[in-house]
């Protein structure tokens, strides 16, 4: 079978490469280059031109209430087009690869264009095939066969249990076979197949009076092991049902990776840009020298280390950008001082004199140099103090601190002299990840959570005085 | 011979209504520049009778074996105007096999696609029930046949050329900028059309057509003589998302806005540290609509109630709605919420939702006590046991959309509204009667999984004796819903009453829509105010 766009189908050619995805659900090379050069070709007036595709095929199923409820099986395939001419830009956008739609894609970038300002000086020309990229492992054929999630039995696999004691699963799990294409006009293919899979499970009491979480995604859905994802949701559920309120305040905090992945992620997301901080903006401003960042300097602790490789093979993530600009192996903070922020190839050629861009994945691995414990370690040392299993709706308040608020969710237990002693009613927050990051006591070895969009490393941290501002009584 | 009939019907309103052809093929060269070459490959694979699409899709999908299906297509555009131009299209067919539900969508419009959709959904329908069968009853049935029905604008916004949009917004930061020193500005628009063709196994068909506009113009201000005040800035009313098209822009009056605008600016430097403590509040009718969304809103969709949003969304406040409709949500009489889906420029509002139901105007909650919830048809027959006891039809209230026809169908939020106080009390009055309080002007919200717990920072003023005084920094206020409704003491009247846009994500793959949510300002006794910066 091949894919079930007939504009897609690859063209019979010697040299056309096999396709990672024996279906065609997903582009192979052969089928995003032909999808390319049939843009291409209707490009008129000169300039450069760069082609993005995206694709995806993807099946879920979704159940509640210890029974499948929905699911899901989809593809599609987006092309994003930017036309350059002497800096004037015009950018568009379409989702259909039938003739028509492609002419109307370049008639409105191009439209587009026209209307554009020239500044030849602003846009450097696209970026011509200099930079390898690295060649992570994230296609497992497998994952891509997983045809129908539903005869995975992924559901039952914590609807049995529930159902057993009484309880209400709920989860979601998904497996796709993706790929990832950028041309230019200047000569630049890329190409790159990946499979992602995921499996989240929330399971609670049927009137409310407990919930347990767990969740993880991998590349490789023989990774996501749901079973013992449903054991940690009904276990935490159990142990979380009738919470008593405890006062507010600064408490010694045990957060385990997915929490720590929740504050953390925002730093990761939105405070890494280097022109930001270099134009007093964010956390890695330097106050005291308006106009430089704080590289070079300490700024979490030392024994921490924030980093991200997209050959990380637990932490892979496909090697280039939209733009076809390679992702490097770049430890953004090495054991607590800031070494790298990221900035586009623009930035690179007029501040660094480089002709290359230091792009962010986003995707991360918080790591410990030095010898790490366990959670039960960590509860251990404790003598007052509070395990936290994730948050919910972390919104930042201020970008300069990264001041963040939220509340936490599905299982959070007091600890007192060295043991838990019973589940508390959820908190709203008010923290900052460079707060956390600061006040660290102990650091657990790292493991990869839940966050589909870009993967996360990362170990559980016992911090001290989290900030833990209000009760909220939301289960 | 029916069928025979909405096909041409549906042939003329593609011609007519719909984005013509010919349109694409104006666009395709530039002036003075040469046509390329293009070889017509899959040009015969463009299906202009999208109708007959979705009608094969839930044929095949009968055949196969469903007791219920429904297809859709959608073909949405979205501008940016001078930054970005996009095109969507989709196609979606759901299926119902032994009470479960299947669902393949894809790209591609062609009849061979329909059919594989409409299989694949029936397949999948089938394999959820691992050979049992559930009891999903559907409501009453769609009774239309052959709809259209396109949203009232006064122009496409897709048929204003992008270069007039730029003249707005070029003219607004020239206007801006020569009417006072020291003035910057900012503006910007987006546009989306969404043409949705669908039909069901019931016999159903219909096209509509929706709009979305919004536009963001905003001075910001700053002197060097007062360097000390620090900067202000002011954003033009009325230019929220909206369902409206271009007039909602080009019939705004934004250059005569410009000197108000800027008074705004002015005002909104003089500032002081909030002063943390518990205050008599006067909420806007923006504040209000986003409270009531958050949480009396989001509580009330019948899925979270009942724990199928558990893993997404979140749960409700107001769970086993069994037990708890009938039963004051709220301890104040004053408060009255209604939903609909036809309220003019409404961004949930359509003639059909995705089941081919009309929409009823609708309450939720009654002078405090909970009546209803959000529903579609497989959920109003969770609640027919209420609805038998109190003498309504059991009926859906029409809230199945999707954010498009790659996404599921399932309930969503449709408009609402927190109706007007008895008495004709404006804003101001309500203002006049505080002597040390503080007036909301527009809130952020964080909010926890039940729609229960808020954090909210947002525009806020002080008021000193019935009178609007400087703003005030980092405040937020804190609350639990119940509570912080059963404090409402009085609300505005009908002429305060005013739309905002609110949108909400939910299900799995995760999917966002947009609705209205109408209000009228309020008094609120004793709301904490605090500085969230300044921690515990």
Redesign the interface.
Same mark, same amino acid.
């Given at each position: 079978m091949m894919s079930?766009?007939?504009?897609l189908r690859e063209p019979r050619s010697l040299f056309a490469t096999p396709s990672a995805d024996p279906d065609g659900r997903s582009l192979s090379r052969a089928a995003s280059q032909s999808l390319a050069e049939r843009i291409f070709?209707?490009?008129?007036?000169g300039g450069t031109s760069t082609v993005g595709i995206e694709s995806r095929w993807?099946n879920?199923?979704?159940w509640?209430?210890n029974?499948?409820?929905?699911?899901?099986?989809?593809?599609?395939?987006t092309i994003e087009l930017t036309r350059v001419i002497r800096g004037a830009s015009g950018?568009? #956008?379409?989702?259909?690869?039938?003739?028509?739609?492609l002419?109307?894609?370049?008639?409105?970038?191009?439209?587009?264009l026209?209307?554009?300002d020239e500044s030849p000086d602003d846009y450097p020309d696209p970026l011509p095939t200099v930079h390898p990229h690295t060649e992570p492992t994230l296609w497992f054929g497998d994952t891509a066969a997983m045809r129908?999630m539903?005869?995975s039995a992924v559901a039952d696999a914590s609807i049995t249990p529930a159902h057993t004691v009484q309880l209400?699963a709920?989860?979601?799990a998904?497996a796709a076979a993706n790929s990832r294409a950028v041309f230019n006009t200047q000569g630049l293919t890329r190409y790159y197949a990946y499979t992602t899979a995921q499996c989240?499970?929330?399971v609670?009491d049927?009137?409310?009076h407990g #919930?347990g979480?767990a969740g993880v995604d991998w590349n490789d859905w023989s990774r996501v092991q749901p079973e013992r994802l449903a054991q940690i949701a009904l276990e935490k559920c159990i142990r979380s049902r009738n919470p008593v309120a405890i006062e507010?305040?600064?408490y010694t905090a045990i957060l385990e990776p997915q929490a720590v992945c929740d504050l953390v992620a925002p730093l990761v997301e939105r405070a890494l840009r280097r022109g930001d901080a270099e134009s007093e903006s964010g956390p890695f401003a330097d106050p005291r020298r308006g106009g430089y960042s704080r590289i070079g300097q300490r700024v979490i602790d030392p024994r921490l280390t924030l980093s991200a490789d997209p050959m990380d093979p637990e932490c892979g993530i496909v090697p280039f950008n939209v733009n076809g600009e390679p992702y490097q192996a770049v430890k953004w903070i090495d054991q607590g001082v800031l070494r790298e922020l990221w900035y586009d190839r623009e930035y690179g050629l007029r501040q660094l004199g480089k002709d290359f861009a230091l792009p962010n994945s986003e995707a991360f691995r918080l790591s410990s140099a030095t010898r790490t414990n366990t959670i039960d370690e960590m509860i251990a040392n404790t003598t007052r103090g509070i395990l936290v299993t994730r948050f919910?709706?972390v919104?930042l308040?201020?970008f300069n #601190?990264m001041?963040a608020?939220?509340?936490t969710?599905d299982g959070i237990w007091l600890i007192e002299h060295g043991k838990i002693v019973k589940p508390v009613k959820?908190f709203?927050f008010?923290?900052s990840p460079m707060f956390i990051l600061n006040n660290v006591e102990m650091v657990g070895a790292p493991q990869r959570v839940f966050r589909p969009l870009a993967p996360a490393v990362v170990p559980a941290l016992m911090v001290r005085d989290f #900030?833990?501002?209000?009760v909220?009584?939301?289960? | 011979m029916q069928r025979r009939h909405f096909l041409r019907r549906a042939s003329l309103a593609a011609a007519a209504g719909f984005v013509p052809?010919r349109?694409?093929?104006? %666009?395709?060269?530039?002036p003075g520049?040469?046509?390329?070459?293009?070889?017509?490959?899959?040009?015969e694979?463009?299906a202009p009778d999208l109708h007959a699409l979705v009608l094969r899709a839930v044929d095949a999908a009968r055949s196969a074996g469903a007791s219920y299906a429904d297809a859709h297509i959608t073909w949405t555009r979205t501008q940016s105007p001078?930054?970005?131009?996009?095109?969507?299209?989709?196609i979606?067919v759901r299926a119902l096999v032994n009470g479960?539900?299947?669902?393949?969508?894809?790209?591609?419009?062609?009849p061979d696609?329909a059919a594989?959709l409409a299989r694949?959904?029936v %397949?999948?329908a089938t394999?959820?029930?691992?050979g049992r069968t559930?009891a999903a009853e559907l409501g009453p049935r769609a009774t239309i046949a052959n709809g259209e029905w396109i949203m009232p604008v006064k122009y496409d916004p897709f048929d204003i050329p992008?270069?007039e949009k730029?003249d707005v917004m070029n003219a607004f930061t020239d206007y801006a900028s020569s009417y006072q020193v020291g003035i910057g500005t900012q503006a910007d628009m987006a546009f989306l059309r969404e043409q949705r063709i669908s039909a069901t196994s019931d016999d159903a068909s219909w096209s509509q057509t929706t709009y979305q506009t919004q536009a963001g113009f905003s001075v910001t201000y700053r002197d060097e003589y007062h360097a000390h005040l620090g900067a202000g800035a002011a954003g033009a009313d009325g230019l929220g998302l909206s369902g409206r098209g271009w007039e909602m822009i080009s019939e705004s009056g934004l250059i005569d806005m410009i000197p108000q605008l800027i008074a705004d600016a002015e005002a909104s430097r003089y500032r002081t540290v909030v002063d943390v403590g518990r205050y008599d509040m006067i909420f806007s009718a923006d504040a209000m609509a986003t409270i009531l969304d958050r949480t009396l809103g989001a509580a009330t969709e019948l899925d979270r109630a009942?724990?199928?949003?558990?893993?997404?969304g979140?749960?409700s406040?107001l769970?086993?709605p069994l037990q708890r409709l009938g039963t004051p949500a709220i301890e104040n009489p004053l408060i009255t919420v209604t939903a609909n889906r036809s309220v003019p420029h409404g961004l949930a509002t359509v003639k059909w939702d995705n089941e081919g139901i009309m929409p009823d105007d609708f309450t939720i909650i009654q002078n405090g006590v909970l009546v209803d919830y959000q529903t579609t048809r497989e959920q109003a027959a969770w609640l027919a046991p209420y609805y038998q006891r109190i003498g309504k039809p059991v009926r859906s209230h029409g809230c199945a959309g999707a954010e498009s026809a *790659?996404?599921?169908p *399932?309930q969503h939020a449709p408009n609402l509204a927190l109706e007007p106080g008895a008495l004709e009390t404006s804003f101001e009055e309500l203002v006049a009667s505080i002597d040390n309080g503080i007036a909301v002007l527009s809130l952020?919200m964080?909010?926890?999984?039940?729609g229960?717990?808020g954090?909210a *920072?947002g525009t806020m003023r002080e008021i000193k004796k019935g009178k609007l005084g400087r703003y005030v920094d980092n405040g937020?206020i804190?609350f639990?819903a119940p509570e912080f409704w059963k404090s409402v003491q009085a609300l505005g009247g009908k002429h305060t009453f005013q739309w905002s846009a609110a949108s909400r994500s939910k299900g799995?793959?995760s999917q966002r829509t947009s609705h209205s949510v109408g209000a009228v300002p309020a008094r609120i006794k004793q709301v904490s105010l605090i500085d969230?910066?300044r921690?515990?």
């Open positions: 079930h766009d007939p504009c070709a209707l490009m008129t007036g993807r879920n199923v979704r509640a209430r029974d499948i409820a929905t699911g899901g099986d989809t593809e599609q395939t950018n568009a #956008s379409t989702n259909a690869t039938a003739d028509d739609a002419r109307a894609c370049v008639g409105r970038a191009e439209s587009l026209m209307l554009g129908d539903t005869l209400w709920a989860g979601y998904d989240s499970i929330t609670r049927p009137h409310g #919930s979480w507010p305040g600064r919910n709706n919104d308040l201020d #601190s001041l608020t939220g509340n969710r959820n709203r008010t923290e #900030s833990f501002t209000g909220v009584d939301a289960v | 052809h349109l694409f093929g104006e %666009a395709k060269t530039l520049r040469a046509t390329p070459a293009i070889v017509g490959r899959c040009d694979l463009y001078g930054w970005t131009e996009g095109e969507r299209r989709a979606g479960y539900w299947g669902f393949f969508a894809s790209t591609v419009w062609s696609e594989r694949g959904a %397949a999948q394999a959820h029930g691992r559930r992008v270069a730029l009942l724990g199928y949003e558990a893993n997404a979140g749960t406040f769970d086993e *790659m996404m599921i *399932m952020d964080s909010m926890d999984q039940q229960l717990n954090l *920072m937020a804190v639990r799995e793959p969230p910066q921690k515990a």
